[in-house]
C-alpha cells in the first residue's frame, strides 16, 4: 500500500511539502484493529484526522492515539520538502507540450507537480518493493488528480515512469483516490499519517525560514506540530520515517 498527501500550496510556507507512506499491508495486521479503537473511542462521527483541521478538540485527543497506532505499520513514511525558487524539478518548460498521449489538459505548471509526484514515488518504490509484490496506491484528492482524466494520465505514467527505477517485475497496479474510500474510512486514515507529516515539516521550514539563524528551536512550533514531531523523529517503532530537503 502506498498513500500520498501534498502540502504548501497555500500559506508563507517557502517550500511544498510532499508526503508519502508505503507499507507492507500484510505485515501489518495490528493497524486496522488500532485505528479503530482510535476511531470509536475519540472519532465516532467519521470525522477525517487532518493537519488543518486538528484545532477540532476530538481530533485532538485522539492525536497521540492515532500516533501511536501508526507504529504498528510496518513500512517508511517519507516527506519530501522541496523550495518552490525550483519552477522545474521533474520536467522541463515544453515537455508537457510534448507528451501526445495525456487524455487530460494540463499547465506547465499541474504537470510539473503530477510530475514530481510520480518521480518520488518511482524512487520508494524502487527502493522498497519485492518482485511480484501487487501495489496499491491512494493519493489524496488533489487538483492533480481532478477529475477522472487525470487520475487515468497519472496512472498510466506512473507504471511506465516507475519501470526507470524498479528493477524487477512487478503485479497489479492499481490506483484511485481517497474518494473511493468506505465508511471505515481505512484510506483516509492512512493518508492522514503523510498528511500528518507533511504538515508538520511544512511548519518547522515556515519558521526556520523566517529566523536569521540557521538554529532552530522547535519550542516555535505549535502544539499539535510538537506532538507530531516528537513521533516523527521516533526510531525505535516499526514504521521508519524520512525528511528529504531539496532546494
Known sequence: MLGSDYSGDQGNCPFFVYGFIIADEQASPEWPLRVQRVRQQFLKDDRRMSFKNMNDRHRRQALIPFLEAAEYLEGNVITVAVSKELAYLSTGRNTVAGMKTLRARWDRRSFERMARVIHFFSLFLGAWSAPGVHVTWITDDDTIVANPDRLEDMHQLAARFS?????????????????????????????????????????????????????????????????????????????????????
Open 163 to 247: 519501470g526507470l527505477y524498479v528493477p524487477h517485475s512487478m503485479g497489479v497496479f492499481a490506483m484511485n483516490t481517497a474518494a473511493i474510500d468506505t465508511k471505515a474510512r481505512g484510506f483516509e486514515d492512512f493518508l492522514a499519517i503523510p498528511d500528518l507529516a507533511a504538515g508538520m515539516i511544512g511548519e518547522v521550514m515556515s519558521l526556520r525560514s523566517k529566523q536569521e539563524s540557521s538554529e532552530f528551536s522547535g519550542e516555535c512550533l505549535t502544539n499539535k506540530s510538537q506532538v507530531i514531531s516528537d513521533w516523527f523523529w521516533y526510531r525505535s517503532g516499526s514504521l521508519k520515517k524520512t525528511c528529504i530537503l531539496i532546494s
